[in-house]
């Protein structure tokens, strides 16, 4: 059967509204991004969030209707990121759709933001299954096996930090503020990507991933070189342009690796996986997705990533996730719940 579906997310500090249709596929992704809000906190504040997803959810939710060129009269469902997420930011996602499939009489399905990531890659592009899906944002970093659609398992994921947190913290200590991904990517780049501090790739041999530790050790070489106080917690020589080129080359050079290492460790272990999918915030990283295609080349399978608006959080893939389900038949009811 073909729907329209209106996907809603807010688990953090995007709002967001796409509008996805069987014949034309996605037709309307909007956003309205917090990042600047929460930039002068160094990181994103939970009751600023849930503030401004209140004041901007029905204008998102109207401008992807008008960029679909659509009304709500030509919705059939309302797919809504139900966790996991900041449980404020969450409700009003929630609240919002749940109002709206009730008051405009449209079905409704709960969407696991992370199964939203998963196919992000898949929206766009067609990728056989199964595949190996490899999620990096600030708050998730796992490593999914992808049968089909809404059939996945996680075979690693991390004990600690995500991978997007690690360039956010270590951006924040040396001072290059919030989001770190983007500044780490392109002073690295600047100077072509040189490895100077080897910091530790990490020793565990399964398919589990650390990034504390990381964290921690770039603290401490930092400290070592007397450019770190660990009590006041300052970055004692913010003019030495040439230390925090240094610092985030060898973590991006770091990252890369780790990727690297057990992504190769994943195809060994799941070899009838025919393509690897690099999706979240981390997967803009262009020299990550980089060395990881070339990895996968090497091995004789595919390498996807989604476009930039697609990584970092968005209602594109929300869409996307409720499209397949509501063809799957399964649908939420006014019980969809932020919490199972
Ligand atoms: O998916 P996302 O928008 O939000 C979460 O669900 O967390 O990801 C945001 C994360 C941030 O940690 C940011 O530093 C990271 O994605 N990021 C990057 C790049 N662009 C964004 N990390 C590495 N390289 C980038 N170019
Ligand atoms: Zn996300």
Redesign the pocket.
Known sequence: MDYTVLGIETS?DETAAAVYTTQQGLLSNELYTQMDMHAVYGGVVPEVSSRLHMQKMKIIVQQALDAAHKKMDDIDVIAVTHKPGLPGSLMIGVSFAKGLALGAQKKLIGVNHLEGHVFSACVDQDISFPFLCMTA????TSLYYVTDYGEYECVGSTRDDAA??A??KISKMIGLGY????VI?KLARSVNFIDYFSYPRGKNTDLSFSFSGLKTAVMYDLIKKGAYNLSTKTFLQPDNEELKVQVASSLQVCIADIFEQKIARAFLQYPDAKALAFV???A??RYIRDRLSKLAAAQNKQCFAPSPRL???NAGMIAFVGHYKAQQGHFSDQTLSILR
């Open positions: 953090c944002s600030g708050g998730h997007g947190e360039f956010d989001p770190g991904g983007p990517e979240g915030g981390v803009c990283n990584c970092t959080d």
